[in-house]
T-cell receptor, first 113, second 109 residues
Framework: KAGVTQTPRYLIKTRGQQVTLSCSPISGHRSVSWYQQTPGQGLQFLFEYFSETQRNKGNFPGRFSGRQFSNSRSEMNVSTLELGDSALYLC????????????FGPGTRLLVL | DQQVKQNSPSLSVQEGRISILNCDYTNSMFDYFLWYKKYPAEGPTFLISISSIKDKNEDGRFTVFLNKSAKHLSLHIVPSQPGDSAVYFCAARAQKLVFGQGTRLTINP
C-alpha cells in the first residue's frame, strides 16, 4: 500500500497570504489528522476528520481550517498568514476504528516571510 | 499547557549501550501511550505503545515502561545502534493524541 502523501512538500508565502495544503491518506483509511510541528513545541494537534466531518479540534485560531472529501483526501487551509505559522505541517491517517496508531506523511514545510 | 513533557531536548549514547528516553504527563485521563521516531525530512513513524492498564511492553530492542503513580513513561533501547539516531516523540491519548516536544537521540560509534 502507498503511504500517506502530502503536497506540496515545500512552500514559501508572505504575511497576509493564504495557503492550502493537501493530504492523501493510506487507501482505506477514513481518519485524517493534521499537526503543526515547530522547534521546541513538538507536534501540536490541529484537527481530525472522519467521514468528511471534523471529529476533534485543537486549540488553534479560526484562521486554520480543514475539510475532508468523500475519497478521504483532506485539505488544510491557513488564511492571513503570520510569521509564526512557519512550521512543518504533518498529516496522519488511520483506519478510523482506533485512534492510537497514526501513520504520518512526510509533511509540508511552510515558510512565511 | 503542556500535558506531555519531554524534558531532555537531546541525549547522546554510546553504541551498544542502553538509551533511556523519558516522558512525563499531567492528565490522568490518558489511557494509551505511544512512542514515535522521526528522521529528518520524514514523518514520524510508530515505534511502540502501551495501554494504561499495563506497566511494561516489550518489542525486540525496545521496551516501554509506564509508572502511573508518577505519571511517567520511559523508552529503553538496548543495545543502541547508529540507526537509532533520530528524534523521539512520546504521545498520550485522551480523545486525541497529545505529543511531547521530542528528544533528539544521537548514538555515537
Amino acid at each position: 500500500k502507498a503511504g500517506v502523501t502530502q503536497t506540496p512538500r515545500y512552500l514559501i508565502k508572505t504575511r497576509g497570504q493564504q495557503v492550502t495544503l493537501s493530504c492523501s491518506p493510506i487507501s482505506g483509511h477514513r481518519s485524517v489528522s493534521w499537526y503543526q510541528q515547530t522547534p521546541g513545541q513538538g507536534l501540536q494537534f490541529l484537527f481530525e476528520y472522519f467521514s468528511e466531518t471534523q471529529r476533534n479540534k485543537g486549540n488553534f485560531p479560526g484562521r486554520f481550517s480543514g475539510r475532508q472529501f468523500s475519497n478521504s483526501r483532506s485539505e488544510m487551509n491557513v488564511s492571513t498568514l503570520e510569521l509564526g505559522d512557519s512550521a512543518l505541517y504533518l498529516c496522519a491517517s488511520n483506519p478510523g476504528t482506533v485512534q492510537e496508531t497514526q501513520y504520518f506523511g512526510p509533511g509540508t514545510r511552510l515558510l512565511v516571510l | 499547557d503542556q500535558q506531555v513533557k519531554q524534558n531532555s531536548p537531546s541525549l547522546s549514547v554510546q553504541e551498544g549501550r542502553i538509551s533511556i528516553l523519558n516522558c512525563d504527563y499531567t492528565n490522568s485521563m490518558f489511557d494509551y501511550f505511544l512512542w514515535y521516531k522521526k528522521y529528518p525530512a520524514e514523518g514520524p513513524t510508530f515505534l511502540i505503545s502501551i495501554s494504561s492498564i499495563k506497566d511494561k511492553n516489550e518489542d525486540g530492542r525496545f521496551t516501554v515502561f509506564l509508572n502511573k503513580s508518577a505519571k511517567h513513561l520511559s523508552l529503553h533501547i538496548v543495545p543502541s545502534q547508529p540507526g537509532d539516531s533520530a528524534v523521539y516523540f512520546c504521545a498520550a491519548r485522551a480523545q486525541k493524541l497529545v505529543f511531547g516536544q521530542g528528544t533528539r537521540l544521537t548514538i555515537n560509534p
